[in-house]
């Protein structure tokens, strides 16, 4: 028997065993089941490691507020060499800084008799997700790229028209408003905007 003929045998045995029939037998009837499903383990791999070696990565973030994984990596090798104990990799830490909370300490900001003053930060306004403009004018999108041309910083502004699509941009030599200011007058603006209507 040659190569080739084994080699047609086994694609009609796999057929035979995952084929069309198999699959609809095994479904009971139900096409649907030809549909691709997630490829996702129902069982996942856990991370499984000593309670004393999360306590000692607690510990020296608690020492050295959001200390990196690396530099943990350093302070945590000669330790796990003490114990005994095999020492997790810099992403391996990471990971396990997250499983267990983060361990994140944000600076806390005093006043003058030491007590904590409470940051009241300022609610910006945002374009909501739902929005959609309808006409042009209603809603742009303005952002700054800056360029050194010839030693010299340039910032270009762009201005993006979520409605109608149109785009200009708009060379400047300083980053401050009013320089800005010009790219919004009417004269620099070719936007199609809707005329008002003229009272009789």
């Known amino acids: 028997m040659t190569d080739e003929a084994k080699r047609r045998i086994n694609i009609l045995s796999f057929w035979e065993k995952y084929g069309l029939r198999a699959t609809l037998k095994k479904a009971h009837g139900n096409v649907e089941a030809l549909n691709p499903r997630s490829k996702r383990p129902r069982t996942l791999r856990r991370r499984k490691w000593p309670p004393l070696l999360l306590a000692e990565i607690k510990r020296l973030r608690q020492d050295h507020p959001n200390l990196g994984k ?8 000669p330790w796990c060499v003490q114990k005994g104990l095999p020492c997790p990799k810099p992403a391996t830490i990471g990971n396990l800084i997250k499983d267990v909370g983060g361990l994140r300490l944000c ?5 003058r008799n030491g007590k904590t003053v409470v940051r009241k930060r300022a609610k910006k306004s945002r374009k909501p997700k739902q929005f959609v403009a309808t006409h042009p004018g209603h809603c742009v999108a303005l952002d700054t790229v800056e360029r050194f041309i010839e030693g010299n910083r340039r ?7 979520l409605a109608s699509h149109f785009s200009l941009a708009w060379a400047t030599r300083s980053h401050a408003s009013s320089c800005g200011q010009g790219l919004l007058q009417p004269r620099h603006l070719p936007l199609p905007l809707p005329t008002p209507k003229r009272p009789d």
């Open 70 to 77: 690396e530099k943990i990596f350093y302070l945590l090798q």
């Open 107 to 111: 600076p806390v900001r005093l006043n």
């Open 155 to 161: 910032y270009i502004i762009t201005f993006t028209d």
